[in-house]
């Protein structure tokens, strides 16, 4: 079983930070890449930005030089700062996590889900 916990969400006045946390835990082989998306209703959900194992990042153009994520590979933990926050950024924003646990295949494995709410 794997299980993926995150926190760091709430409500923040425009121009203000957050810091999003994702930790997987379970029978864990090795985890190859890990990111975060966001969703809002009626709207698709969408790559906010990911990281491989060996550090590559990619953003998304709207999160370019405002949100910087990070992973700490030997807690299995991904993080996502989150500066200048516009109202656009509310969402509620999903970790997702693709690994492999001992005998299977990689796949992707999705978090809870956190709100991120922007407003005065």
């Known amino acids: 079983q794997v299980q993926l916990v995150e926190s760091g969400g709430g409500l923040v006045q425009p121009g203000g930070s957050l810091r999003l946390s994702c930790t997987a835990s379970?029978?864990?082989?090795?985890?190859?890449?890990m990111g975060w998306y966001r969703e809002v209703p009626g709207k698709q959900r969408e790559l906010v930005a990911d990281i491989m194992r060996g550090g590559r990042t990619n953003y998304a153009n709207s999160v370019k030089g405002r949100f910087t994520i990070s992973r700490d590979n030997a807690n299995n933990t991904v993080l996502l700062q989150m500066n200048s926050l516009k109202p656009e950024d509310t969402a509620i924003y999903y970790c997702?996590?693709?690994?492999?646990?001992?005998?299977?295949?990689?796949?992707?494995?999705w978090g809870q889900g956190t709100q991120v709410t922007v407003s005065s």
């Open positions: 997702n996590v693709n690994l492999h646990t001992t005998g299977a295949y990689y796949r992707d494995y």
């Open positions: 379970g029978n864990i082989f090795s985890i190859n890449r």
